[in-house]
């Protein structure tokens, strides 16, 4: 539970507030999207092919999305997804989550800023490959064409 009484339900693949709205990982992705630049949205662009292939991923998949999201927002920064298909949508989706949940807490202390920081980059590394391995088993099950 945070500071501003919200907690991420995980394995749920939802984040809840006490207040009991929630917001799950794919309206946060929803939100996103229509968030990216027009080019993007555009069925044939591979942010576009990304979300779609998110959507219907399973829920287990997408639990990797509010961890890694939390962990940015405690570090005030963005996920760091290097993988060009899932980068906007990404940091779109970390926009709509601090939106909801707050901006990150101000870390002070050099030590804890590392440490929060090792975590950042870790989920980051971590949602960088699981966008990966969407395409991958979207590719091998012969569901798009080698776009990325």
């Known amino acids: 539970m945070s500071a501003e009484g919200?907690?991420?339900?995980h394995g749920s693949g939802e984040e809840k507030v006490d207040t009991h709205t929630k917001i799950t990982t794919l309206e946060i992705?929803?939100?996103a999207f229509k968030r990216l630049p027009k080019h993007e949205q555009v069925s044939s662009h591979v942010t576009s092919l990304c979300y779609d292939l998110l959507k219907n991923s399973p829920k287990k998949m997408l639990d990797v999305i509010p961890l890694t999201l939390k962990a940015c927002r405690v570090c005030a920064m963005p996920p760091g997804v290097k993988f060009a298909p899932g980068k906007s949508l990404m940091r779109a989706a970390y926009e709509v989550y601090i939106e909801f949940h707050?901006?990150?807490a101000t870390v002070t202390e050099?030590?804890?800023k590392k440490e929060k920081f090792q975590s950042w980059m870790e989920m980051s590394q971590l949602l960088d490959k699981s966008?990966?391995?969407v395409f991958e088993k979207a590719k091998s099950s012969r569901l798009i064409v080698?776009?990325?």
């Open 110 to 112: 050099l030590d804890k």
């Open 131 to 133: 966008l990966r391995l």
């Open 146 to 148: 080698d776009a990325v």
């Open 6 to 9: 919200k907690e991420v339900i």
């Open 29 to 31: 992705l929803q939100e």
């Open 102 to 104: 707050g901006g990150g």
